[in-house]
């Protein structure tokens, strides 16, 4: 998915009736002032749509976050040459340690500590430090 397409559905999702939506008996879609928005053959399209006010925003959260976690280990900025050619991690992507990927798919349970945070913080500083002292 582009970031047009995604841009797309969240300015389509914009234009909906910003309100909980709900069917009747008569599979109506109403929203929850009772504004009719239509009404479907089966239960189970009927229960897709009211359902999507919720889950579109929830999914487009979702790619958001990962594309996020996708750009910091897709940065060519991270990763170096030396001079034999053989490729390195940056600082950065060293002191990640695979943490933003981890915690994207859901593997970490216990987020850092604030001091964890603040010594991952330090290190990368320093590192970014004396390597913009490099030649």
Known sequence: MTTEQLQEIKARLN????????TNMHNEILTSNGVRLGQMIRVQDAEFVIHAREDVPALIAEVERLREVLEFYADVENYHLNKMGHGFLSPIVMADGGYKARKALGEIKVPRTPEQNAVID?????????????P
């Open 122 to 134: 330090r290190v990368i500083a320093n590192l970014n430090k004396l390597e913009g002292e490099k």
């Open 15 to 22: 234009k909906t009736t910003d309100t909980i939506w709900r």
